[in-house]
């Protein structure tokens, strides 16, 4: 198979397996969507999912959000994790947005990677899921199928994302990069995988990454 080959088998197996696709983080809008990925690095997305109602129950948007302490946020979000950044760039975002952009969660990708704890992956996902633009985030899941597939070198996750662009026709990003992550998680996992359950790694997997895995299951 041709790389083009593959990326149209993926294209069309993840279709099948996921025509309507679930957002993995509880959102309303931009600033919560925003909100919750920045809580996600380093964190599951079930756990965000489960802190996120209690930070929002007390601040929803940005001029709510100043209104608390960073002490009283890191409170709230200690179970995600790295929370003493985390509560300082929740902070100090929510007031970026009211002093430059009316409380607005800003539309492009430079405003974005500006704003304090946020990088290219988190305004990736903001871009593509709160303003629909044309976007390829690339997670660790992604970054594992695209090497286990070989689609990418597994080098870097710039690198898988250079790779990503280039191979997916970009109208298919914004879903791809979803049914790619619920993909990893259902059937080619980092940890317990079973070879024969994952129909896309068993049809166009890495020739090393297939020897490796059928050495395991002997």
Request: net charge positive; aromatic share 8%.
């Amino acid at each position: 198979m041709t790389q083009k080959e593959r990326a149209t088998f993926v294209i069309n197996t993840l279709k099948d397996l996921y025509p309507t696709i679930p957002i993995p983080l509880d959102h309303k809008d931009p600033y919560t969507l925003l909100i919750a990925v920045l809580l996600s690095a380093q964190c599951t997305d079930v756990r965000v999912n489960l802190t996120t109602p209690h930070l929002f129950a007390k601040a929803d948007n940005p001029y709510a959000m100043v209104k608390l302490s960073v002490e009283t946020i890191r409170e709230i979000i200690k179970p995600c994790g790295l929370s003493p950044m985390k509560s300082k760039a929740i902070h100090g975002l929510s007031q970026l947005l009211i002093d430059q952009y009316n409380g607005e969660v800003p539309q492009s990708f430079e405003a974005l990677e500006a704003l304090p704890g946020v990088g290219h992956k988190t305004a990736s996902v903001v871009m593509s899921q709160a303003f629909g633009v044309p976007a390829f985030p690339v997670d660790t899941h992604i970054h594992r199928l695209m090497y286990r597939w070989g689609l990418s070198n597994g080098k870097s996750v710039v690198q898988t994302e250079r790779d990503a662009k280039k191979l997916f026709p970009e109208a298919s990003w914004n879903d791809l990069h979803l049914q790619i992550i619920w993909y990893g998680r259902e059937y080619s996992p980092a940890r317990g995988w079973d070879l024969e359950k994952d129909i896309i790694t068993k049809t166009i997997g890495r020739k090393s990454v297939l020897k490796e895995a059928q050495k395991k299951s002997r």
